[in-house]
């Protein structure tokens, strides 16, 4: 199969900025848990669980900006991380054009405003250039807003606009790798965020303050939900029994691409080793028509349906929780980790294979895969990579299960990163004003 080319060219601009949250290196021997808390810190963000929550200034009003309201890994970043800003009451509004997932946000019960910031070809919108600024002053004037924190190129040329003229102060989150070309907002911004330590040391920009911080999970949204297995299974007519893998991406240039090695990866499986073995691929993108034709064909071949495509998801951990293995990259790993589920992580950058306590950090410091990669993947390390998980003792599948939520926990916590990400904002804001000295 010929694979579309990565996007993007290489830079060379290390920035070296400490992160105090360091990583924690688990013994995968390590004994379980002799005793189970049911209502413990993890499970409850108040009461026992209120100690952890960093007291917040009250004056924070924050406008998150996104291109559009889609399904994705940097949209469900932001809709994890404004359901926990108004948990500790902070006033969040979300702007971005219509999509997916605006209901979603909507049901946050915070502010959202429609923008269309994008074309239909996910173009910025230069034509209504003028028009969008002036809604967005509109709004940040209305909402009393006193931080824009962007989080994709298109919308935040338009929010580094708006902030110029009303001189409130803009943060941008860099969820990937950019051009040069496309540096000015990172230069414009008061704060960088990082999502990997891989993205810090490349950023094309210097002499803007920037920090590292994890893409936070909900771990009481996302855990382990054993009731769920049975009644997904039987929804899909899949047995109890049978090997199942899910794959998790959008279904565009490389991810797609990452897909169509999926499945003939695990066709080659069927053939050799699973004869029941199933596939679950979650997510679209612009080759999904393309995923579904070739879907068409293997099933002629085999002579049995057992690819299964699903969409669009805004409940994933029934899914992390049913399937013998996730392939996938950045929050899907995560997620499933999270949820107690093996990971093969696979992503734009290439290969990194099963996640375990041997390679945590890296895995960590390329976003699975996203960012960076010394390995290409090919159907070949997919197949291996799959028969090797696929081939786990229950103690092994236990035992990674419980110590890869640990790592979690410990890295992404929503909770811990919002204490980090309420920082920046207030550190932001005292920087902001001015202060004269009277003679």
């Not at 920090?211 to 009644?231: C, S, W």
């Not at 349906?305 to 699903?310: G, Y």
Request: with cysteine; glycine share 6%; aromatic share 8%.
């Amino acid at each position: 199969m010929k694979r579309r080319k990565n996007i993007g060219s290489k830079r060379k601009h290390p920035v070296k900025v400490p992160f105090n949250r360091p990583i924690v290196k688990y013994v995968v021997n390590a004994q379980a848990p002799k005793r189970i808390v049911l209502l413990n810190n993890e499970e409850k963000n108040h009461a026992i669980g209120e100690s952890r929550i960093r007291n917040h200034d009250s004056e924070l009003r924050i406008m998150m900006v996104l291109d559009q309201f889609n399904v994705g890994g940097t949209e469900t970043h932001i809709l994890t991380s404004v359901r926990e800003l108004l948990r500790r009451r902070i006033h969040v509004v979300v702007v971005g054009k219509k999509g997916e997932m605006m209901d979603a946000f909507a049901a946050l019960g915070c502010p959202i405003y429609e923008l269309n910031f994008v074309t239909e070809d996910y173009l910025q919108n230069t034509k209504e250039e003028k028009k969008i600024v002036a809604q967005m002053k509109q709004i940040l004037n209305v909402e009393r807003i006193n931080v824009i924190h962007a989080h994709q190129i298109p919308s935040s040329h338009f929010a580094m606009a708006a902030s110029e003229q009303l001189r409130i102060p803009l943060i941008f989150t860099v969820h990937g790798h950019y051009s040069i070309n496309e540096a000015l907002v990172m230069r414009k911004s008061k704060s960088l965020l990082c999502v990997s330590p891989s993205i810090l040391k490349k950023l094309p920009v210097h002499g803007v303050a920037t920090h590292l911080i994890p893409n936070g999970i909900d771990m009481v949204q996302f855990n382990d939900r054993p009731y769920a297995k049975t009644e997904l299974r039987n929804e899909l007519g899949i047995p109890e029994t049978a090997p199942l893998i899910m794959y998790a991406g959008r279904l565009s240039w490389e991810k797609a691409d990452i897909c169509r090695d999926m499945i003939e990866a695990c066709y080659e499986l069927r053939k050799e080793r699973y004869p029941d073995l199933h596939l679950l691929i979650i997510g679209e993108g612009r080759q999904s028509e393309l995923i579904s034709d070739l879907t068409n064909v293997v099933h002629e071949q085999v002579g049995q349906n057992f690819i299964h495509l699903l969409g669009n998801s805004l409940n994933m951990s029934r899914y992390y929780t049913t399937c013998n293995l996730v392939v996938g990259t950045g929050r899907t790993a995560v997620e499933a980790l999270a949820c107690r589920c093996p990971v093969v992580a696979i992503g734009v950058k290439g290969f990194i294979g099963p996640v375990n306590p041997n390679n945590y950090e890296a895995a960590w410091d390329s976003w699975f895969g996203d960012h960076h990669a010394n390995e290409k993947w090919s159907s070949a390390n997919i197949k291996e990579s799959l028969q090797q998980v696929l081939e786990m003792s229950d103690y092994e599948r236990e035992e990674q299960g419980w110590v890869g939520r640990n790592f979690v926990k410990e890295q992404f916590d929503i909770i811990d990163t919002t204490n980090i990400l309420l920082n920046v904002y207030n550190d932001l804001l005292r920087n902001q004003r001015m202060v004269y000295e009277v003679k």
